[in-house]
C-alpha cells in the first residue's frame, strides 16, 4: 500500500486552471480518471489526512503511485477528454455502467439499395434508422408483423435476396403481401424506398397525418364500390392502431425526451432510462454500477450522460433530457449535449405534470431493477466467494486465486495447431484478456511440448514487460504516457489451469521453473474422470461433484476449449480458401477477382491459354505467363462436394471462397468432430 504523500506533487506545481487528471498504480495502469474546474483545488483534496477520506477515495489514493494531469481550456473539453480516457483506459476506480443486458434496436438500413427492416444488437451503424431499444427481440417481430401489411418492406437476408433475384421467384412474404419482393422487380428501388420511408416516419411517431391519408381513401373506395380494396384499407387502419397501441401516449404535447432516473445504495446504483419520442414511451434500457468512488447523485447522472451520448450525434440526442438531480456545474454538461445534437438541449428536473408522473414511474422502475441486481448479486458473489475457497483449499494455496488463466491446445490431425488463453477474474470471464497463440516452435502434434511453448512465451513477456516498466531497476520509469492502459501480458494470474493431466501439467511446471517463476501455481483438470492434477503428484486431486470450485474449473476449461476450438477452425478456413492465385507476386484482390469474373472459375483459368488469359483488363502478359505458371504448378483444387447427397459438383463461382478456391465443406464437416 503506497503512501499518497510519496507522490504527492509539489506546491504550486499543479495549475489554478481546468484539466483532466490521472491517478497511475505501481505498475502504471491508469486506476482513475477525473476532471476539475481548478486542478489545484480537486488534487489537494486527495492529498489531506487519510482518516479524513471516504473509504473508497482512500483505497484508491493508497492503490495509485503517481498522478499526472493535462490543462484544458474550457469545462467541456475537459468533460470530453474525461469521457475519452475512461473509454480508453478502462480505470477500475472510476464508475463504469453496464447494461443488465444487451437491448435490441428495429433498424432500417437505409444505407443499402433496398432497406432492410431487421432486429439489431451492439454498435449502431453509419446509415442505419434506429428505433427502440426495446426490452424484447419478440416486442420488435409483433410490431414489424403487423406494419408489413401496410408497409410491406424487405425483411429478408442478403442471401435469401440474392437468391430469389436468381430464380425469378419471391419468398413466402412476397406471396402473402408482406414483402413488396423488390427482389423480382415487383417494385424499383425508388418505390421499395420510399415505402421505407414511410415505415420510418411512421416509427418515428408521425402515425397522425399517414391514417387520415389511409381513412380518406377507404371512404373515397367505398364511394365508388371498390369494396375489395376499402375493406384492404380498413384492416390495414386497424393493423396501424393495434401497432400504436402497444406505445401509449405518456406525454400529451408530442414531447421528444429521454427520462433518466437513478436509485442508488452505499455500493450501487442503478439507472433507469425512458426513450420518449413524439409523446410515447418508444424504448427503455437499464445500468447498474459499483459505486468505488465516493459520488453525488449529480456526479452519477453526469457519468450516465457521458455513456449515453458520448456516442451519439443530430436527433439521437433528443430535445430534453429530464434527470433527478443536475450535475454540478451544470452548464458544461449541458453546452457539450448541445454540441452533440447541434441544436438546443434542455437538462432539467422535471417539477410537476405529466414529465413528473412520468419520472415516478422511471424512479420505481429504477428502485426494482436494483433490488433485483442486489438479488442476483447476493447470490452470485456467495457462489464465487465459495469457489475460490474451495479451490484455494483443494490445491493448498496461500490465498483465493483471484485471477485465473486456463489453457488449452487445438489442432486437426497435427495441421494448424494453436493454442488459447482465457482470464478469469473473481470467478468471472475477462474477455478482453483473452489471447491465442500459433505454435511456431515445431511442425506436427505434439500437446505436451506445445503446451511447454505457450506458457513459456506468456510469461516471457510477463517478463519483458516486467522489466520494461522499471520494477526491476532504480531510477526513473521509462514508459511513455500512451502506455497507460493494460499490457497484453502484464499482471501475473494467481493460478495457471491447462486442459491436460500430468504430462502437461508437467509441461507448463517445467516451462515456468526454467523462467524463474514460483509464485504460480499450477494445475491440470482431466476431461475423462475431471481429476486435478498437480505438478510432482503422482495421484490426482479428487473434488466432489458438488463442488463449486470444480464447476468453476469446468468452466473456465470448456472456455479455453471453446475459444481454441473457434481459433482452429478459423485458421483451416483460411487455408482451404487459400488459392493458387495467392502466390502470384503483385496480383492483388482486384485483378484476382477481374481474373475470376472473366472465366467464371479456377478450373476454367487453369485451362486458359496465355493469350486468353491478356485478354482480361488489367493483365500484361508477363503477368499472364507468371499466373499460368503457378496455376501449373500447384496441385488441382479439391472437388466441392454436396453435404446432403454426397455429389461431387462441378466448379462454379457460388462454391468459391474468398480468394477463388472452392470450398470443399463435406471434406470439413467429416474432419470437425476430429479436433482437439
Sequence with gaps: MADPSSYRPKPGQIPDSPGVYRFRDEHRRVIYVGKAKSLRQRLANYFQDLAGLHPRTRSMVTTAASVEWTVVSTEVEALQLEYSWIKEFDPRFNVKYRDDKSYPYLAVTMNEEFPRVQVMRGHKRKGVRYFGPYGHAWAIRDTVDLLLRVFPVRTCSAGVFKNAARTGRPCLLGYIGKCSAPCVERVSAEEHRELAEEFCDFM???????????????????????????????????????????????????????????????????????????????????????????ITTGALVEHALQQLYGEEKGDSVPKEVLVPALPDPVEPVQEWLTERRGSAVSLRIPQRGDKKALMETVERNAQQALVLHKTKRASDLTTRSRALEEIAEALDLDSAPLRIECYDISHLQGDDVVASMVVFEDGLQRKSEYRRFQIKGFEGQDDVRSMHEVINRRFRRYLAEKEKTGEWADGENTLTEEDGRPKKFAYPPQLVVVDGGQPQVAAAKRALDELGIDDVAVCGLAKRLEEVWLPDDDDPVVLPRTSEGLYLLQRVRDEAHRFAITYQRTKRTKRFRSSPLDDVPGLGDTRKQALLKHFGSLKKLRSATIDQICEVPGIGRKTAETIAVALAQAAPAAPAVNTATGEIMEEEPSTMGSSGQPVAMGALDERRGQET
Design 204 to 294: 418515428a411517431g408521425r402515425t397522425g397525418t399517414y391514417l387520415r391519408r389511409l381513412e380518406n381513401q377507404m371512404t373515397q373506395a367505398a364511394e365508388e364500390m371498390e369494396y375489395e380494396r376499402a375493406a384492404r384499407l380498413r384492416d390495414d387502419i386497424e393493423a396501424l392502431k393495434k401497432a400504436m397501441e402497444k406505445n401509449a401516449v405518456v406525454l400529451a404535447d408530442a414531447t421528444d425526451a429521454d427520462l433518466i432516473a437513478v436509485a442508488e445504495d452505499e455500493l450501487e446504483a442503478a439507472v433507469q432510462i425512458f426513450h420518449v419520442r413524439g409523446g410515447r414511451v418508444r424504448g427503455q434500457r437499464g445500468w447498474v454500477t459499483d459505486k468505488v468512488e465516493e
